[in-house]
């Protein structure tokens, strides 16, 4: 189980969304997981992407642009 989002998990996260053409500053990841994962819009546009804990993040990064376009409403 995850208990601290590291510069390696941040980088994984980096690779889907710069894959996504998203732009770095316009995400907020909080350094604590949580259960579920998940991603929401902020209300100052950016998206925050908060990691799964009890999964493995290659198996979760597989639905992270899922989770992405959802939050965006596309």
């Known amino acids: 189980m ?6 390696k998990e941040i980088d994984a996260i980096f690779a889907v969304t710069d894959g996504l053409g998203i732009h770095r500053e316009q995400l907020v990841i909080p350094l604590g997981p ?5 991603v ?3 209300p100052s546009g ?3 992407i ?8 290659d198996e979760w990064l ?5 989770l992405i376009a959802a939050a965006r409403g596309t």
């Open 62 to 66: 597989t639905e992270l642009p899922r």
């Open 2 to 7: 995850l208990e601290v989002v590291t510069m």
């Open 40 to 42: 929401r819009r902020l």
């Open 34 to 38: 949580a259960t579920p994962g998940r």
């Open 50 to 57: 908060t990691v799964e804990a009890a999964r493995p993040i």
């Open 46 to 48: 950016k998206l925050e």
